[in-house]
């Protein structure tokens, strides 16, 4: 069992162009589509697909019609008053992708709490726990902090837990949470580690190497073309993307990749074949159009070159 929780979900509405997007200009539109969003969703829909067994808690207004975008995903809802954002993603022919997110309704104290308690109870006898994406108003910045340390308090057998966010979230819950797991572009580590932003596994890997295994007990960094990183107490791992993937919209490419991960890890493989399979999902997701997700029939079958680095 993988357990996600999606603290801001959302409804993306994804618009196709036939040309590039010009800023102050009228343009057509080709097609209009709505999906269930939110990265811990998103990493749900995706194992989901998989087949794996996946249980998504998220907070929701009883009223909302998100909740019908949701079909196939157990899912354990908190009720809130106020309905999921709704994100506005454009894209066009040649992969470019804008994206206008907008904030979440106001997170109650109480709502809070029961989200936390909701987490602790879902994740009885679960393998992972996936902590991801953004956080509503109201919630605070030490939230998914709150949760790691109310799961391993109440459960005699914890289950091990990644976290996919950015910017002050990802900061805090680093320094006080000690996930087991963290999964970073290459910009959100080096926010993390103070350095500057590059693409050059070399570097990112001396990058979090500052984190792993001192703050975090490993760290997936997904490097969009360049492919995705693996760093854990044993060393660090390179994977490249597959031969002839056509990027067609990234939006939930980042989380297909923890949930490839997260896949291939509650099957037993090792931590070479989980990055692997990371990458062959994030770049399945990156080839699909708008806000499409993985699903195990768009795996990219061409080799993924895989090599440890010093």
């Not at 509405?13 to 800023?23: D, G």
């Not at 896949?263 to 990458?279: K, M, N, Q, Y």
């Amino acid at each position: 069992m993988i357990v996600t929780l999606t603290m801001n979900p959302a409804l993306d509405r994804t618009v196709s162009l036939p040309e590039p997007l010009a800023v102050g200009d009228v343009q057509p539109a080709t097609s209009i589509r709505e999906d269930a969003a939110g990265k811990g969703v998103n990493v749900a829909r995706v194992l989901a697909a998989a087949g794996d067994e996946v249980r998504a808690v998220l907070p929701l207004d009883p009223t909302d019609p998100y909740a019908a975008l949701l079909a196939g995903v157990e899912r354990v809802v908190v009720p809130i008053t106020g309905h999921a954002r709704a994100n506005l993603t454009i894209t066009d022919p040649l992969g470019e992708t804008t994206k206008l997110n907008l904030p979440g309704p106001q997170l109650s104290e109480h709502a809070a709490d029961a989200l936390i308690d909701a987490v602790v109870a879902a994740s009885e006898g679960a393998s992972w726990l996936a902590l991801c994406g953004s956080l509503p108003p109201g919630a605070g910045e030490d939230f998914y902090v709150r949760v790691i340390t109310a799961v391993r308090a109440r459960l005699g057998t914890p289950p091990l837990i990644a976290v996919d966010a950015s910017g002050a979230v990802l900061t805090h819950t680093v320094a006080h949470g000690s996930p087991d797991l963290i999964k970073p572009n290459e910009t959100e580590l080096a926010e993390l580690a103070g350095v500057a932003v590059t693409s050059d596994p070399g570097e990112v890997a001396a990058a979090a190497r500052a984190i792993v295994p001192s703050k975090a007990g490993s760290a997936l960094v997904t490097l969009g073309g360049a492919g995705a990183l693996l760093v854990d107490a044993s060393g660090v791992q390179h994977a490249t993307i597959p031969p002839n993937v056509r990027v067609r919209s990234t939006v939930g490419a980042g989380d297909s990749s923890l949930a490839g991960y997260l896949h291939a890890h509650v099957a037993g493989a090792d931590s070479g074949e989980a990055l692997v399979s990371a990458v062959r999902h994030g770049s399945a997701t990156a080839s699909l159009p708008g806000t499409r997700l993985a699903a195990p029939g768009d795996l990219p079958t061409g080799d993924v070159a895989l090599t440890r680095l010093p």
